[in-house]
Each structure stands twice: as C-alpha cells, then as structure tokens.
C-alpha cells in the first residue's frame, strides 16, 4: 500500500520544483534598505490636477571582509491616467564602493508625474479627460560584476515589471 502513495519528503519536493529556478538574488553578503519619501500635491488653481515626487534613499551593507564594487539600479513605476499601462517615471544607476563590514548610502534623483483626473469643467461646459500619470511604487537592484545579490520592491508584485514597462516622456516645453 505505501508503494501507491509516495512518501511526505518526496512530495513536498515535487511540489517545490517549479519554484527552485525563479529569477531572484542569490544568497550574499550584500543587503539593502530603502526609506522612501514621498509628495503628492493638488493643484492651487486647479483640484483635478495632482503632482507625484518620489525620491529613494538606499543604504547598501557590506557584510563580507572584502571591498566590493556594486551598482546600484533603480526605477521609479508609474501608472498611465489614460490607458492605465506600467511607466517608468525615473529611472537611474549609481556605482558605488563599500568597503568591509561597512556601508553607504545612494539617494536617487526625484521622480516627477503630474496627473489629471477626468472631469467636467463648468466654466468650458465639456468633459476634461485625463492625463499625465501617478507613481505607484518603485524597485531597487544591487549588482555585483554582472550578478545580481540583493533587490527590493513596494509592491513586491512590481517584480515582474523590472524592464517591461513603458518609458515616461518629459513634459514638452512651455513656449
């Protein structure tokens, strides 16, 4: 009877199969924490229009007893107002060095999305569609030569999007 139903060990590894080769860091001496600020301002004029400021302060910890070279890449997601497809609102890389049992910290630029929600306007008496975007989370990676050995992402489920999303155009000139 126990040859027709295999045993706990063996089904607990077949069951976590598929999960072993997923993309992700490999165990290393190298951890990363992310402090984000964030700003969302209305608009004076104008309460339909909102501005989105996203900046990540990431500290990098060297728990190994040699220096290491790493590059640090981050990318700011956006959501599109019109067709609610991922953006990259900012996106960047840094090189940065930390020495053993140390670490440093890399503070990225600000990522900027200006949005405008669909709305009727009284004074033109027609319907005002959207526009622009908003800033729903962001993901840091920590390469080492080429090997990737720490990453963070809010939500987690951005993951999947690293490189896959559409990048945001600048805001064309005011004349």
Do not use: C
């Not at 009877?1 to 860091?25: D, E, H, K, N, Y």
Request: glycine content about 6%; aromatic content about 4%; overall charge positive.
């Amino acid at each position: 009877m126990s040859a027709l139903f295999p045993t706990t060990a063996a089904t607990l590894l077949i069951a976590l199969l598929p999960f072993t080769t997923s993309l992700r860091a490999e165990p290393s001496a190298v951890s990363i924490r992310v402090e984000q600020a964030n700003k969302s301002d209305m608009g004076a004029k104008d309460p339909h229009t909102r501005k989105h400021t996203r900046t990540l302060n990431v500290f990098v910890a060297n728990n190994s007893t040699e220096q290491l070279e790493l590059k640090v890449k981050h990318v700011i997601f956006g959501r599109d107002m019109i067709h609610h497809d991922l953006i990259t609102a900012g996106e960047g890389e840094k090189m940065v060095t930390v020495k053993p049992h140390g670490s440093e910290e890399v503070e990225t630029p600000a990522a900027i999305t200006t949005a405008v929600e669909q709305h009727y306007d009284a004074k033109a008496k027609k319907k005002i569609a959207p526009s622009g975007a908003i800033i729903i989370g962001a993901g840091v990676q920590v390469m080492h030569a080429d090997k990737l050995v720490a990453e963070w992402y809010d939500p987690i489920s951005l993951k999947e999007s690293w490189g896959k999303t559409i990048k945001l155009s600048p805001p064309a000139p005011k004349k």
